[in-house]
């Protein structure tokens, strides 16, 4: 019997909707499970959780449609990063116009992300929103999966794609397993007023206690993602405003002068979470439910949407051939790309945090000079420059 849909996505964030829309667009037949609607966007309440969205994620976007609505709503290029480090040694600078381009990617909130993904997929005929609704249960048929949901609807689909997050109950329903690694540490995130222009750059400090990056965000504005410890981030989210902005010029080194806090403080745990396979029978699992990794200068959001282009590709590839886009032995070979890029960047992004994130004597003697050498080394530099830009 034929499945009700080709595809049902579970979890609606800009992972799921992203994925929902691309194969909604290959000709796919889709359904979407959300246990909670997204809020809608407002100018006047930014989302504090945002995300250095890089250009190859930038071009999905466009590729999808959705980019000049989200354009248009608040995306915020940024030119050039600087990288320091808080014991010595010179900076380390990539500007896009090394690259030969203008910019290196935008800050973007995440409900910006969701919201405009989420009208875009309103009126399209072959998609269907189930929400409020949560996943109950998943189970492999010979040729199609069953989801069940809370309110006792049941979806047959070709597949199944958990996009709901680093705590993914379909993740935990099919029973695939997690490494996970406690950083002991949480991200704290604010917008703050600098008293000097950002200079479209995204800047990046290395502590002992963490990474603290403020990312430029409209006209002497910026949002800080701030690594710390679990106990000095609770403090600080409790500490009141003046205490707060004298800690973080003293950490930032009054790079851009002096900040005033503009918003509200929240902050996230941070842990690496690597789900040990992106596939299981017919279950694919994308973005934070594949993997949670640490977010060093907005980078989260980035990976999921690689795995959402990745897909994409194995799906035109498909048609190209006319062959069934849910071929499981494509969607394996998928995974497995995915799985081994995913890890790497994991790792990665956790090694640069732990090399720059300590006390240790001889390693932050090493650092200063290593970011110099980097800066002095064109190629390396426009390696990492082209790496951190997605292009
Ligand atoms: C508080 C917080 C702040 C963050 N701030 C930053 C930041 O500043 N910078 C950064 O780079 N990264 C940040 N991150 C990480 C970043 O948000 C993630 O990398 C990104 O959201 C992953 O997107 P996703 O679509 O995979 O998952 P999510 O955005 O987590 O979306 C999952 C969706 O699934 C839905 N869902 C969950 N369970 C179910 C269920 N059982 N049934 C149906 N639906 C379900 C949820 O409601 C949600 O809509 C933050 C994370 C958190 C939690």
Redesign the pocket.
């Known amino acids: 019997m034929k499945p009700d849909v080709d595809i049902a996505v ?8 992203a994925v929902a829309l691309m194969a909604a667009q290959q000709g796919l037949r889709v359904a979407v ?4 609607a ?1 809020a809608a966007w407002r100018a006047d309440q930014p989302d ?5 969205l890089a250009l190859d994620n930038q071009a999905l976007l466009e590729n999808l449609g959705v980019w000049p609505a989200i354009k248009a709503r608040r995306a915020e290029p940024y030119a050039a990063m600087t990288v320091f480090d808080e014991v010595q040694g010179s900076p380390l600078r990539f500007s896009a116009g090394e690259l030969g381009r203008s910019h290196l990617g935008h800050i973007v909130e ?1 409900n910006v992300l ?1 919201d405009t993904l989420w009208q875009a997929l309103q009126p399209l005929k072959n998609v269907s929103m189930h929400c409020p ?3 109950q249960a998943v189970s492999d048929q010979e040729d199609s999966v069953t989801l069940a949901l809370q309110s006792g609807l049941e979806i047959s689909a070709g597949i199944a794609i958990g ?8 993740r935990d329903l099919v029973g695939i397993e997690t490494s996970v690694h406690d950083y002991a540490q949480k ?1 704290l ?1 604010a917008f703050v007023k600098t008293e000097l222009p950002h200079q479209k750059t995204a800047w990046q400090r290395f502590l002992s206690t963490g990474p603290l990056a403020f990312l430029p965000y409209g006209e002497h504005v910026c ?1 800080i ?1 701030w690594t710390l410890p679990d106990e000095r981030a609770d403090a600080l989210l409790q500490a009141d405003a003046g205490a707060f902005c004298r800690a973080l010029d003293s950490a930032f080194a009054g790079t851009l002068g002096k900040t005033e806090l503009v918003s509200e403080r ?1 902050a ?1 745990p941070l842990r690496r979470q690597l789900a040990k396979t992106m596939m299981q029978g017919r279950t694919l699992l ?4 594949a993997h ?2 640490h ?1 060093l200068a ?4 980035n990976l ?1 949407l690689r795995d959402v282009a990745a897909l994409q590709e194995v799906f035109v590839a498909a048609k190209a051939r006319q062959a069934d886009p849910l071929a499981l032995n494509a969607l394996q070979r998928w995974a497995r790309q995915r799985f081994s890029d995913n890890a790497m960047a994991a790792y990665a992004f956790e090694n640069i945090n732990r090399v720059f994130s300590n006390d240790n004597f001889a390693l932050s003697l090493l650092r200063g000079p290593l970011l110099g050498v980097g800066d002095k080394i064109t190629p390396l530099k426009n390696a990492m420059a082209r790496y951190a830009a997605g292009i």
């Open positions: 579970v979890g609606a964030g800009a992972v799921g909707l499970v959300e246990a909670h997204p504090l959780r945002v995300y250095a995440n969701v609704d949560k996943i996009a709901d997050g680093a705590r993914s109950k379909v991200g995130v949002s993602v929240a996230f994308l973005g934070d439910a949670a990794v977010p907005g980078q989260g959001v999921g």
